[in-house]
């Protein structure tokens, strides 16, 4: 089927979601809380674009909104950039240490919104991306606890958590950087637990935590790397070329 | 306080190692115990094969259920519109005075808790207070000492 997304004619199947064909046909659209891993989360609303569809309009969420045929769309509008503007301006008020966040709304021109008190001062927007990276691709150490305006991302009760591994997949999804992540030469300190970094076997670059190569090992059943990725591959070089004879 | 754990394995097993009975297992527990301890919380995580972590946001998500222990008598207060018109926060006063306690809090002899909630659907009898299980209808100010003093009779025995 055929879209047109800002006057270009963009060619998509059934089932895919806006945000895709238009970073697909090189039309850009801003977002914090989607990754391509982790799709659908859907909070952030930044991603939010014009849809018009037998002469109606509406604002939809790209990141989520599948497809229609013959739909037009339209990802700058001034409706678009006035509701973009709001939503970053609220985000604002809830991340007001987010520097992207305030370069942002700068962009979009948002509001000020005097009125609407700073409930906590900090970087993260609570779109939930780090509790699902650490749920589907870690061990489900962090949450969100509580709920309304006391709501936010932490361990069970507020204590090192007796499963994280320190992998730090949260703070690497982080839209805002909004989880502190301390890494000294041997150790990686996150969620208040200080980790023990390993080094490579062969160059002596860390690869990663202890509990994190383990845990890795026994979801894959195997081994935990000794090595890091570049040296690992130098050695499967060097294996092949031992048996085919061909080095230097 | 100590808890018991066959107490806390008992409820548990009253439900299939399924992630879906969390929340019904976690009222079991709040019901039982009028919390939900920290052992209930690690057995549970461990029975249902499920992160503490999703237990623990389920637990501070709903109002129904507690993570530190709560008074042998729950008083609901409402605060609902027609009540919050007819007074409520007058009686929130009130019983903080008799208490010495406010919303969400536990009195310090352990035998009271007090919770403003919305709505309880008696809006006719505003302002409503429930303590346990017990409707208070058209409470006013000159009522509570007595309300509550049954209570405390009935702790002495």
């Known amino acids: 089927m055929t879209i047109t997304i ?70 700058n509008s001034d409706r678009v950039r006035a509701e973009r503007g709001m939503v970053l301006a609220l985000l604002r008020k809830r991340a007001p240490d987010s520097q992207l966040i305030a370069d942002m709304c700068r962009l979009y021109d948002a509001p000020d919104l005097d009125r609407v008190k ?17 749920t589907e691709l870690s061990v489900g150490a962090i949450s969100t606890v509580n709920r309304g305006v006391t709501k936010e991302i932490a361990t069970p009760y507020h204590e090192p958590s007796a499963v994280c591994v320190g992998c730090g997949s949260c703070a690497s ?15 990686r300190t996150i969620w208040d637990k200080t980790f023990r970094l390993v080094r490579c076997a062969r160059c002596g670059e860390p690869i990663g935590t202890e509990e994190e190569l383990a845990h890795a ?21 060097d294996v092949l070329a031992a048996t085919y004879g061909d080095r230097e | ?30 019901h039982h115990f009028n919390y939900i301890p920290r052992e209930g919380m690690e057995a549970l995580a461990e029975y249902l094969e ?19 222990p709560k008074g042998k008598h729950i008083i609901k207060l409402c605060d609902g519109t027609a009540c919050h018109i007819r007074g409520s926060v007058n009686l929130a006063g009130g019983i903080g ?25 008696s809006c006719a009898l505003a302002p409503v207070m429930v303590v346990d299980d017990t409707y208070y209808g058209k409470v006013t100010l000159e009522k509570l000492p007595e309300i509550l003093n049954k209570y405390r009779e009935e702790a002495a025995g």
């Open chain 2, 97 to 121: 005075r008799l208490l010495g306690i406010g919303a969400g809090e536990t009195s310090a002899d352990g035998l009271f808790s007090l919770e403003l909630v919305n709505c309880l659907g």
């Open chain 2, 1 to 30: 306080m100590q808890i018991d754990m066959d107490e806390v394995l008992e409820i548990l097993h009253r439900y299939p190692r399924e992630k879906r009975h969390s929340l019904a297992i976690m009222q079991d527990l709040q």
């Open chain 1, 118 to 134: 700073v409930s906590v001062p900090g970087k993260c927007i609570l779109c939930g991306l780090c509790v699902r990276a650490c």
């Open chain 2, 50 to 68: 499920c992160p503490l972590s999703s237990l623990y946001s389920m637990a501070t998500f709903y109002r129904a259920l507690s993570l530190k």
């Open chain 1, 217 to 237: 090992a026994r979801k894959g059943g195997t081994e935990p790397d000794t090595l890091c990725e570049r040296c690992r591959r130098r050695s499967m070089t």
């Open chain 1, 6 to 75: 800002d006057g270009k004619r963009c060619t998509c199947e059934k089932g895919e979601k806006l945000l895709a064909v238009a970073r697909r046909n090189w039309i850009p659209i801003p977002t914090l809380c989607h990754h391509e891993s982790l799709p659908g989360q859907a909070s952030c609303r930044v991603c939010l674009v014009e849809v018009v569809q037998q002469g109606r309009s509406s604002v939809v969420a790209s990141c989520v909104y599948p497809v229609e045929d013959g739909i037009e769309v339209y990802t």
């Open chain 1, 173 to 187: 999804v982080c839209p805002t950087g909004a989880i502190e992540i301390v890494e000294t030469a041997d150790t």
